[in-house]
């Protein structure tokens, strides 16, 4: 069970990662499809998981940007929805599918009503003795003010626009394995992604990545590889392409008790042309102030990549840490971007089948594509408790604190979240945090 962005946790470079993995090991963990939430502690083997919720939310949320609204004060709503989670490991795979969908109401017209829904889903299978062949979809609906994004463990490959009062993104990949021996293995992925943001104009981004990546195992838990990728950014306004070429050497070692380390380095050359004219509207003391961001472009650059992840997961806990450097298709003002990124999350289940999760994350976006001299930055901070009363019903509370950062004379912005409430589940599990 998850609140707002699971969708990231799955994305398509990670299925491949596991799936090299898988295709030289006897665990079926290392599919690709290893339990994606918290609620997986509750479980042994295979589950299906139904709930609904229904949540008390109070918001102290910074000026809604948009020409038609406005509004800086507090205010209280309610959220009520649903959802489900699905894991199946079979003999030479497995799926695990999470879904959450929910319409939160405020009563102040100043803050913007939605619906909220997330969605992963991961399966691979085994087609022979050397292939392996695995997916994954991913996508999300986020409302402006949505907290708790960037803790994945793929990096930070979507961003938030704080002028945006709905965000909508979609990932979907697939990955073959050719296992060589049980020590060297070729990935070969491809993925397509598309994210739009609704503010004064709708704004979107499209594109497609494909890369081929060798792995070699030294040790039963040690791998080195190297890999490239090109990914191709289109933006909607002509706006413009971006064309990235990224070359990578891997590591990645296990420790015992399920610790695991991986490690990443390169360069990326990222050749960016366009246009671009978007609309922008502060709101300072009450008065909207309208504007434009304009540039005619045409750059190549190379940026270092780099990023690392330590991993823990456990019977009953689950800890991720890690960030980085990579290239960013932007969040629509900031079109391709070197996205700077940390993010960790700790969950643990307790006694009387309690869990408690925590969660943070922060990404800095700098312009590749133009001469934007500023950068954006934001930090979310995340925390929940969810408790089974009775058999069935359960009790949740969850707070989640949100700060953005040097955008167009913008100071520091905060947001804070509370919500509380109850939910039902058919496997007497309480709400977790993602």
Not at 38 to 65: K, M, Y
Request: glycine share 12%.
């Amino acid at each position: 069970m998850k609140v707002f962005v699971i969708f990231c946790l799955m994305a398509v470079a990670l299925v491949a990662q596991d799936t090299s993995s898988g295709s030289t090991s006897d665990s079926s963990d290392d599919y690709g499809t290893r339990h994606i939430t918290a609620a997986s502690q509750f479980f042994d083997h295979d589950f299906v998981n139904v709930f609904v919720f229904a949540n008390g939310v109070w918001d102290s949320r910074i000026p809604v940007l948009t020409s038609a609204s406005s509004g800086s004060s507090s205010g209280f709503g309610w959220e009520a929805g649903g959802g489900i989670d699905l894991s199946h490991q079979f003999r030479d795979g497995g799926i695990t599918l999470s879904y959450q969908g929910s319409y939160r109401d405020y009563s102040s017209t100043g803050f913007s009503s939605g619906v909220q829904q997330s969605l992963a889903l991961a399966y691979s299978k085994r087609l022979s003795k050397r292939w392996t062949f695995g997916t994954s979809v991913s996508g999300g609906i986020l409302t402006y003010g949505s907290s708790y994004y960037g803790a994945s463990v793929q990096g930070a490959n979507i961003s938030t626009n704080p002028f945006s009062t709905e965000s909508r993104f979609l990932n979907a990949g697939i990955s073959l394995t050719y296992a060589q021996s049980r020590r060297l293995s070729y990935v070969f992925s491809g993925s397509y992604f598309l994210s739009n943001y609704s503010y004064v104009d709708s704004f979107s981004s499209y594109g497609g990545s494909g890369s081929a990546a060798v792995y070699y195992r030294l040790t039963a838990r040690t791998t080195i590889g190297g890999n490239y990728t090109h990914t191709y950014y289109s933006y909607s306004n002509s706006a413009g392409t971006a064309d990235i070429d990224n070359g990578s050497l891997t590591l990645s070692h296990r420790f015992p008790d399920r610790w695991q380390l991986d490690l990443s380095a390169g360069i990326s050359r990222v050749h960016s042309q366009g246009t671009i004219s978007l609309p922008v509207t502060l709101i300072f003391d009450g008065t909207a102030v309208t504007g434009y961001e304009t540039g005619t472009y045409k750059r190549s650059i190379e940026s270092p990549s780099f990023q690392g992840f330590l991993t823990h997961f456990y019977r009953r806990s689950s800890f991720v840490i890690g960030g980085g450097q990579n290239v960013a298709a932007g969040n629509g003002t900031f079109l391709a971007s070197r996205s700077q990124f940390g993010n960790a999350i700790y969950s643990v289940t307790g006694p009387h089948r309690s869990s408690l999760g925590f969660g943070v994350s922060y990404i800095r976006l700098s312009s590749l594509a133009n001469s934007i001299s500023q950068s954006y930055s934001t930090f979310g901070a995340s925390a929940s408790y969810g408790v089974n009363l009775i058999r069935y019903l359960n009790a949740n509370a969850r707070y989640d604190f949100l700060h953005y950062e040097g955008l167009f004379s913008f100071g520091g912005l905060n947001e804070n979240r509370v919500s509380f409430g109850l939910s039902l589940s058919s496997k007497s599990v309480p709400l977790t945090l993602f």
